[in-house]
């Protein structure tokens, strides 16, 4: 019988694949998928790989739903079913096409607030097990499947069952609140009320604090005040609104101010709301471009000034384990914050709606049941 030689790094075609499957070893029964020729195995590998569905951004505002291949868990690593995933803010600068952006992005790219079931997991996996509701710390998060290390999974109450649970982002929440230092008695403006500012809302009325809300739409207002605040402005007139606060403030102004907008106008008005030795948080995502900052009038107050982003992450894990903890306790109704579902197929509408805000929204996910 002819010998079957193969060079190496080439994929072997029917008589080559038909050559190896009867060239194993003698006395050693194997599968296929065991075959000791590597390019054998590459092809059993490619043929029997299950797909999934993922999205990919081809260029700005495009976006094509493709099948790639499903991720298997490495050692370490656990593969999540997933139910949904938030849309962040962050990611509409590569929806919009800022200078730094590049395409193709990865199938699943730009997805990182994922949820869902444990349905595979790796060598050495204790932590978690499969069917387990876990949120995850991952960045692929826009398909049907991702993988993640298994100390990168935080478990979810079952309690929570079917809701929406965006973990980074409600962590995110959680961690800005840590950093505010909030206490009860202070006095506390919340610059912007979108998902972040209104979970921020709530957090700090929880503790006893007086919160004064500012905001751009008459609905963030309402949920503002659902959610505990004192007082609510409308995100209007820069004088109006620093003169508004000083009334409600006797004119010492806020103790602690959060900037949860990221445009440089918020961050301005933010510092003039923020009381003498005060500390102004900045939680905004601010993404367009450098920031000028009125250096003289935080030097004269002399505010602490928290950039509230964290990147450590452990800490963020902390603030998803603190969120899950809050959500099982009935602190905040995650359900009632995530205000627009999409299919994945449709992720562009949810970056759209991301950005237009339209009646009613608060937060975009994908939903994948």
Request: with cysteine; glycine share 10%; net charge positive.
């Amino acid at each position: 019988m002819q010998r079957c030689r193969i060079p190496p790094g080439k994929m072997p075609n029917l008589w080559q694949l038909r050559c190896l499957a009867r060239s194993k070893p003698p006395g050693k029964p194997e599968t296929l998928a065991a075959h000791p020729h590597s390019c054998f195995r590459r092809m059993v590998s490619t043929l029997t790989a299950k797909p999934m569905k993922a999205a990919v951004l081809t260029g700005p505002r495009t976006l094509e739903l493709r099948e790639v291949v499903r991720p298997d868990p490495a050692e370490g690593q656990v593969r999540v079913r997933l139910e949904g995933c938030g849309v962040c803010a962050s990611n509409l600068a590569t929806w919009q096409g800022m200078p730094w952006s590049k395409y193709p992005t990865q199938p699943g790219d730009l997805g990182h607030e994922g949820w869902g079931r444990v349905d595979a997991v790796g060598q050495g996996v204790r932590q978690v097990r499969e069917g387990d509701l876990v949120a995850l710390l991952s960045y692929r998060s826009y398909a049907e499947y991702d993988v993640a290390a298994a100390t990168d999974v935080v478990s979810l109450p079952e309690k929570i069952g079917q809701a929406p649970f965006p973990g980074e982002s409600i962590g995110c929440a959680m961690n800005i609140f840590a950093r505010s230092g909030i206490q009860a008695g202070q006095t506390v403006a919340i610059v912007g009320v979108g998902f972040l500012g209104a979970i921020l809302t709530r957090l700090a009325a929880r503790v006893g604090a007086r919160v004064i809300a500012v905001s751009r739409r008459p609905y963030s207002l309402k949920v503002a005040t659902k959610m505990g605040a004192d007082e609510v402005v409308p995100l209007r007139d820069h004088h109006e609104i620093i003169e508004q606060v000083r009334q409600l403030t006797s004119g010492t102004m806020c103790e602690r101010v959060i900037e949860a907008v990221g445009m440089q106008w918020p961050l301005d008005l933010a510092g003039e709301l923020t009381a003498t030795r005060g500390k102004l948080v900045i939680a905004g995502y601010h993404q367009d471009g450098p920031r000028q900052v009125n250096m003289q009038l935080w030097n004269w107050r002399g505010l602490d000034v928290v950039n509230a982003h964290e990147r450590d992450p452990q800490i963020y894990l902390r603030g998803i384990q603190a969120a899950a903890d809050a959500v099982a306790e009935g602190v905040f109704d995650i359900a009632e914050l995530c205000t627009h579902s999409f299919e994945l197929g449709r992720l562009g509408a949810a970056f759209e709606a991301t950005m237009s805000r339209p009646e009613g929204f608060l937060k975009a996910f994908i939903s994948y049941e």
